[in-house]
């Protein structure tokens, strides 16, 4: 039920509104009145969830069209073709302000697939749009919105303008660079200096879940198995352990300007969102902070406290500010489609199949775009970042038999350089884990069979 | 664990417990043996991505059993923490093959590419592996390139095996999976698409 369940989506069960009714009131009975209306006597559950990918970055003269997969799932009913009926409404306005505009998504195709064409003069604005949807199975009986904050943080599509276009042609694999140092390193075990794999059978081999690097060069890397950090100061060898009260499943990790660690954790406890974990230097739990969607995949600094990329809304979200946490809902209705950079503004990312569209956005749009081409497949972007008046970007790229990195960096005047750059994925990591930028260095989480590692890479920019 | 009103019992599987600490066998959950069933499965005459989705996030939040296929719908793992090396300990949830197996409607038999639906509560694993679906085994599965994958297809290495419920803006992938004890049933940002070791497989036949 929903004061239960932290969850994007609503589970309105029939008997909730005579429940609910009895127990706090005629208020609540009317907020669950849609159910009771229909007389409806059963107490099938249903839930309501859904998925878009949002057009955060458009071309010129591009047919933009919002697509959404959607399901209604009646808990009680498992015969996998029945569906409740879904209804939708996007709401949509030209810029970020004013009123919005009511568009009816339409079935195309599936049943699950609602559609709605953004009208000419909206998807042409200068300013970009916003917009955010409403699903609703037919009965009432259960609505998602998405993204999760509503008309307080609606989707946000900005026009590329006239980005600068870089095509990387066919990419040649096997032609790797090797880093500048390897920084740190471990091999798998459970001994004092060995990083630990998770166990599991169908467990592909999983440790060293992610690493972060403070601008002094320190590296610590999440040994999540075995429930603790490493700490390499600057110029040494050996470690440091410090032990963390951690679920101990794939988790991501990133270092605050005061030295606290924030561990975003992926598995979450029953009927609750992931967890993130805040520890000071030494490992003690300063604070817990629940997430406010299902799912978390990337923790990062923003320019007042962390912010962590959530689904199914697509967006970041702080989670704290100034060391204060921030409440669920707070966290929706502030969630942004860019990353916020520390330096203020925020850096958008899109991959549409073999294209990546990159701004850094300001106050008044965005402010430098990119468009990056590649015959060879591309997957997932794992680092947008700025660098000076630079960006260095990091994605896969891959074909059915082999993947690399490459490394870009990209100017007002198109690529400043290329390197490719091992894959090194032996173990499974957090998502979108691999890589960090300090300064002018890249720095690579990497593994073999042996162990993991973390290799630095000076790109001579910035 | 067993847990029963009679002391006797209580007392016998403590002391069993107790004597056979660290050992993975000592393991055992009663979720099978008392909610699951063996029912003949019901043979349907398509499969949309859709159904299949909607029987995928019925198992969200369940549990995981290496070489299981059963689970109800309560939202929470009702045999956790079993050990991960006994496929006999009669938990709750399918394990990445077996969930797999049953989203896909598929038959135990190899040579059969029809459509089955199963209920949650069936006890049934299905003949494949994460390896067997990577390789295309079985009349029903296909190897697909990669970049070709859509919904409710499935990205699988020698090991595991999840399905794709969603892409995101970054590239990344939703993957609906049944990823391990410690984990469970659900839905997780992956980057298994672009990753070597997994291959894309599909199951052949969907309507729509």
């Not at chain 1, 005061?258 to 609750?272: A, K």
């Amino acid at each position: 039920m929903d004061d239960w369940n932290p969850y994007l989506v609503r589970r309105l069960p029939a008997t909730f509104g005579v429940l609910a009714g009895v127990l706090t009131g005629a208020a609540a009975f009317v907020a669950a009145g849609s159910a009771v209306e229909s007389g409806r006597a059963d107490t099938t559950a249903v839930v309501v969830e859904a998925t878009h990918v949002p057009a955060l970055l458009t071309q010129a003269g591009e047919r933009v069209e919002l697509r959404y997969d959607a399901y209604c799932i009646e808990l009680e009913n498992e015969d996998a073709e029945s569906s409740c009926d879904l209804s939708g409404t996007v709401y949509i306005r030209a810029g970020a302000a004013g009123r919005f505009r009511e568009l009816p998504l339409r079935g195309d195709g599936g049943a699950s697939q609602l559609v709605a064409r953004v009208p000419d003069d909206i998807a042409s604005s200068p300013r970009g749009f916003t917009y955010y949807a409403e699903i609703a199975a037919s009965s009432g009986q259960a609505a998602t919105t998405l993204p999760s904050g509503g008309a307080a943080a609606p989707h946000q599509s900005l026009p590329l303008g006239s980005p600068v276009t870089i095509d990387l042609g066919r990419h040649e694999f096997g032609t790797t660079v090797h880093a500048d140092e390897r920084v740190a390193e471990v091999a798998w075990g459970e001994g004092a200096e060995q990083a630990g794999l998770e166990h599991g059978r169908n467990l592909t081999p999983t440790g060293a879940s992610a690493f972060d690097v403070d601008p002094s060069g320190s590296v610590v890397l999440l040994d999540q198995a075995n429930r603790r950090i490493f700490r390499w100061r600057s110029g040494t060898r050996a470690p440091t352990r410090i032990p963390l009260s951690i679920a101990g499943q794939l988790a991501d990790v990133s270092l605050a300007p005061d030295g606290s660690m924030h561990v975003l954790e992926s598995v979450s406890e029953p009927g609750r969102t992931p967890l993130v974990r805040r520890f000071d230097p030494y490992g003690r739990t300063l604070q817990k902070i629940e997430t406010a969607e299902r799912t978390s995949s990337q923790i990062r600094q923003g320019p007042t406290g962390p912010v962590v990329l959530q689904q199914p809304s697509g967006q970041w979200m702080p989670v704290m500010s100034a060391g204060t946490p921030i409440a669920a809902e707070i966290q929706r209705r502030r969630g942004r489609a860019g990353r916020p950079i520390r330096g203020g503004g925020e850096i958008v990312v899109l991959r549409v199949d073999n294209e990546i569209r990159v701004a850094v956005v300001g106050s008044s749009g965005a402010r430098r775009t990119w468009r990056i081409v590649s015959k060879t497949m591309l997957a997932e972007v794992q680092l947008a970042d700025v660098l000076g008046d630079q960006v260095v970007l990091v994605a896969r790229v891959y074909d059915d038999a082999a993947d690399e990195f490459v490394a870009l960096v990209l100017g007002d005047d198109g690529l400043v350089s290329r390197v490719a750059l091992d894959a090194a994925d032996w173990a499974e990591t957090a998502p979108l884990g691999r890589f960090k930028l300090v300064g002018g260095s890249l720095y690579q989480l990497g593994s073999t069979p042996a162990g993991a590692f973390v290799d630095r890479f000076d790109l001579g920019v910035g | 664990m067993i847990v029963r009103s009679r002391p006797f019992i209580a007392w016998f599987t403590a002391t069993f417990l107790l004597t056979s600490a660290g050992a993975a066998s000592a393991y055992h959950t009663q979720f099978v043996a008392d909610n699951c069933n063996y029912a003949a499965p019901t043979a349907t005459s398509y499969i949309t991505r859709d159904g299949s989705a909607t029987v995928a996030l019925r198992a969200r939040h369940e549990g995981y059993q290496w070489a299981g296929g059963c689970w109800n719908d309560n939202d929470r793992d009702d045999s956790p923490n079993d050990p991960t090396s006994d496929p006999s300990t009669g938990g709750e949830g399918g394990d990445c093959s077996g969930f797999t197996f049953k989203v896909w409607r598929e038959s135990q038999n190899e040579s059969d590419a029809g459509f089955y639906q199963w209920g949650m509560l069936r006890a049934v694993h299905g003949p494949f592996t994460a390896s067997r679906f990577k390789a295309g085994h079985g009349a029903a599965n296909v190897t697909v390139a990669k970049s070709a994958l859509t919904k409710m297809d499935a990205l699988a290495s020698e090991s595991h095996i999840g399905m794709i419920y969603a892409k995101n803006a970054d590239g990344t992938d939703q993957i609906i999976e049944a990823k391990g004890e410690a984990y469970g049933t659900n839905i997780w940002t992956r980057t298994y698409r672009g990753d070597a070791s997994y291959s894309g497989v599909r199951r052949t036949g969907w309507s729509s």
